[in-house]
């Protein structure tokens, strides 16, 4: 706060002293504006002169703040609008929203800003939509690529796989995300008969099944089963008896 003070003067008896009075309206960011309605104050002689002076350097403030905002909701100001390359959450970093990004520089509304914020957002999404091979699986057109051609396979492709599985077998356990079981929180245990895709943390892929009890490992590479197979096996399909001692028959 701003303490004011009516240096000089003797307050006069019939109306309230202003001497001392402690101003929180008023911050500190504008101080030119705000030492200029100090040198005014002083020559107050009531409390409700003073109120009035309190209230116009308000409003002035606030006007001030307002002028100062690029854009409000995002707490940007003009000093941020003159940064280059400024990021916004709304706009990602692909050609098409760098061009709007100088657009909104040049924008002198609020509304203005708004209107080239959604052009951007929706020139990204049809970007985006023009990048996609299968939407509802989440595949770009550079996974289709990738399975035309003789490259390892990626999570998306054994998700996109397991998910068709999910949905032609709704009853069938298993089919997690794959990123699930390389996480620190694994998969959960299959109750029944399920089917699993793993990566075996040697740049491979297998499948697992559980059928009658019975686990088997289906592996075109004839491979030995790593420790990170054995973890996410065990994470699958060990039996509740089994918890203790981490023993699982393949």
Excluded at 88 to 110: K, Y
Excluded at 132 to 140: A, C, K, N, Q, S
């Amino acid at each position: 706060s701003i303490a004011l003070k009516t240096l000089g003067q003797t307050p006069r008896t019939d109306r309230t002293p202003v001497e001392n009075i402690a101003l929180t309206v008023i911050h500190s960011t504008a101080k030119p504006k705000v030492h200029h309605d100090v040198q005014v104050m002083p020559g107050c002689s009531t409390v409700a002169e003073t109120s009035f002076v309190v209230q116009n350097a308000r409003r002035e403030t606030q006007e001030g703040r307002s002028r100062n905002m690029w854009i409000p909701d995002l707490r940007l100001t003009a000093k941020d609008k003159a940064v280059e390359n400024i990021d916004l959450p709304v706009i990602q970093s692909t050609t098409e929203t760098n061009h709007c990004v100088q657009a909104i520089a040049g924008c002198s509304t609020v509304a203005e800003t708004s209107f080239v914020v959604q052009n951007a957002r929706r020139e990204t999404q049809e970007g985006r939509s023009r990048n996609m091979w299968i939407p509802d699986l989440r595949l770009t057109a550079k996974d289709k690529a990738i399975l035309l051609s003789d490259e390892e396979l990626t999570d998306k492709h054994i998700h996109a796989a397991q998910t068709l599985l999910r949905r032609q077998h709704p009853g069938l356990g298993g089919l997690q995300d794959t990123a699930v079981g390389a996480s620190p929180y694994g998969y959960a245990r299959v109750s029944g008969e399920g089917l699993q895709i793993h990566h075996t943390g040697s740049e491979h892929w297998v499948v697992s099944s559980s059928v009658g009890g019975h686990v088997s490992v289906y592996d075109s590479n004839r491979s030995r089963i790593t420790a990170s197979l054995e973890y996410q096996l065990c994470q699958c399909y060990i039996p509740i008896n089994n918890m203790g001692t981490n023993v699982l028959t393949v």
